[in-house]
């Protein structure tokens, strides 16, 4: 614990990425757009690729091949054009290793990582501060599970009420009761007391997360996205993400702010000890509640070792960024995910009204290959050190 003179506590949070990780920054590449040969991806440099393309006189053609209904590749394309590897690398910005399964008539389009001006990717400290914050409000539920039992009931009623107003967008199904929730578990601060809601009374106010080090390009691969069912059968799908690879290590800076909003004889309301047992909490309820079910588990890489772990970015599925299956528990909260899913997706051939019957909602995982292996998106070890 901090001396009661301190008004920061400094920390060091370090990720290594236990299976790839997808932070996207609503960038989509078609395969008109980048060039794969084999199991590598090379992604040009537009402005020098444009460039060349004019001292070739080739600008038209390109230009007719992009508003074209061929959906030949990049690298096609160039080729009958008679410009091969040896010219185009001096255009590259970066390559990838890529595990695609797609077939060559489809469309596979690589949503892009976000990256800064320099064009390094990174993790923004609010995605980080995001995951925690799902993390710790599950924890606390749990630490005081009686002071919710109002809330939990109105969760579960509305969650299984069998009428439903299409009118309402998926995304704001359930907000209101899920922001009474973090009300009453996170709003402690006492800036406005009058005004609970408001959100200058949330503790996570009191936490701090600078965006991540600088990453390089060489620490991306182009991942294909699948899902795979309760028993381990996979549905190959046309896109891929630009991710994170495992073995990664992701650095951010990380301040508590131990007397924020606080009157002088209070302390901040949490700390890097509760946040620590925070994870290792919510990593074991999602193992119960989700991952366990799965019987092909044992193929997912490190799937043994996950206290420790959260699940960030994109393609980490529902149960990772909810407090559903915390706030109902296993049995109850089958049964309302499986409700929620029925209402929520649109579409219908997902079936989940099976659900219950499988045992696990959503029944699907979403996962991917790297190097031979098979992993699920966006597992990481988190450690704290102090500085």
Not at 165 to 174: F, P, Q, S, T, V
Not at 298 to 318: A, F, Q, R
Request: charge should be positive; hydrophobic fraction near 35%.
């Amino acid at each position: 614990m901090a001396e009661n003179n301190k008004i920061l506590e400094h920390f060091r949070l370090v990720l290594t990425t236990d299976s790839p990780v997808f932070i996207g920054d609503g960038g989509k590449l078609n395969k008109k757009e980048y060039i794969r040969k084999g199991q590598t991806v090379y992604v040009p440099n537009k402005q020098k690729m444009y460039r060349a393309l004019i001292q070739k006189k080739l600008v038209d053609k390109y230009e007719d091949y992009m508003l074209s209904s061929d959906w030949a590749d990049l690298g096609g394309w160039l080729e009958k054009q008679r410009i091969y590897k040896e010219t185009y690398s001096s255009w590259i910005d970066y390559t990838l290793n890529c595990d695609l399964e797609a077939s060559g008539k489809g469309q596979v389009r690589m949503m892009t990582c976000i990256k800064d001006s320099y064009g390094n990717p990174y993790v923004p400290g609010s995605s980080i501060k995001g995951a925690l914050r799902t993390i710790l409000l599950a924890y606390l539920i749990d630490q005081d599970s009686k002071k919710y039992n109002g809330l939990r009931d109105r969760l579960s009623n509305e969650a299984n009420r069998q009428r439903f107003d299409w009118n309402i967008a998926r995304k704001k199904y359930l907000e209101g009761e899920i922001k009474d929730i973090e009300t009453e578990a996170l709003h402690t601060l006492k800036r406005k007391a009058e005004e609970i809601q408001d959100a200058v009374n949330d503790m996570m106010a009191c936490l701090r997360i600078s965006d991540s080090k600088p990453l390089k390009t060489s620490d991306l691969i182009m991942c294909q996205k699948w899902d795979m069912n309760p028993n381990g059968i996979i549905k190959t799908i046309n896109t891929a993400r630009e991710c994170i690879k495992p073995g990664v290590k992701i650095e951010f800076d990380v301040t508590i702010d131990l007397r924020r909003g606080y009157p002088e004889d209070q302390r901040a309301p949490f700390s890097i000890q509760m946040l620590k047992d925070a994870i290792e909490y919510f990593a074991r309820q999602y193992v119960r509640c989700f991952f366990k079910p799965f019987k092909e588990l044992g193929k997912i890489s490190g799937c043994t070792h996950i206290n420790n772990m959260i699940w960030l970015g994109g393609g980490v599925g529902y149960v990772s960024k909810t407090i559903v299956y915390p706030m109902l528990g296993k049995d109850a909260g089958l049964t309302a995910v499986s409700d929620i899913m029925q209402k929520t997706v649109n579409n219908r051939d997902h079936h989940h009204e099976n659900d219950q019957a499988r045992g696990v909602s959503p029944h699907m995982v979403k996962c991917t290959r790297y190097n031979g292996e098979l992993y699920e998106f966006g597992r990481c070890l988190v450690q704290f050190f102090e500085e």
